[in-house]
């Protein structure tokens, strides 16, 4: 059981290219399929990190490996709705602020370790509600391509996307003033 948080990451990142084939794919059901998995997909995320932190078995792989399944996940699915122009035009901006951040949050996250600085990143309470919402809103997204592009759902999914966004500078701004102070 010790490992179970670290297979559940793991499976994040495997079954990632399987979600990113339903999402981009014509077949209205493997759409349909898609928002099953995603939120498996994004179940597993919450759990592995319960599981971890309530057995006392965190590890160092976990803490490495986690953000990078999650951003790989969030910048995947992103990019893939892009793609088929689920998010165009003017929401473009959050998705790519979003991704934006992802990336700079991932070297800075290298930068600390090499500059082997004591301020390391720690998740922050603002860092899991942008999760969240982020989560959220892209389940949203995909369920109205499920629904045959129900406009209702897609908008609220949208919104909640734009304030997943502002919570997602925040954090990685705070992020950057915890490695540079």
């Not at 700079?104 to 969240?132: H, Y």
């Amino acid at each position: 059981m010790k490992n179970l948080p670290n297979i559940l990451t793991l499976s994040r990142v495997i079954f990632l290219p399987l979600l990113l084939f339903m999402i981009l794919s014509s077949n209205f059901q493997l759409n349909m399929y898609s928002v099953v998995l995603f939120i498996a997909i994004s179940f597993t995320d919450f759990l592995d990190g319960f599981i971890a932190r309530n057995q006392g078995s965190t590890s160092d792989f976990g803490k490495m490996l986690d953000p990078i399944a999650d951003k790989l996940l969030v910048v995947g699915v992103l990019t893939s709705l892009m793609i088929t122009g689920t998010i165009e035009d003017l929401n473009i901006v959050p998705a790519l602020l979003i991704i934006s951040r992802e990336i700079f949050i991932s070297g800075l996250r290298e930068f600390a370790a090499n500059s082997k600085l004591e301020n390391t990143i720690e998740v922050s309470n603002i860092g899991k509600i942008k999760t969240a919402l982020q989560m959220i809103s892209l389940t949203l997204i995909l369920l109205s391509i499920s629904f045959q592009n129900s406009i209702v759902i897609l908008n609220i999914g949208i919104i909640l996307l734009w304030a997943s966004m502002i919570l997602t500078l925040i954090s990685g701004f705070k992020y950057y003033r915890t490695i540079f102070n």
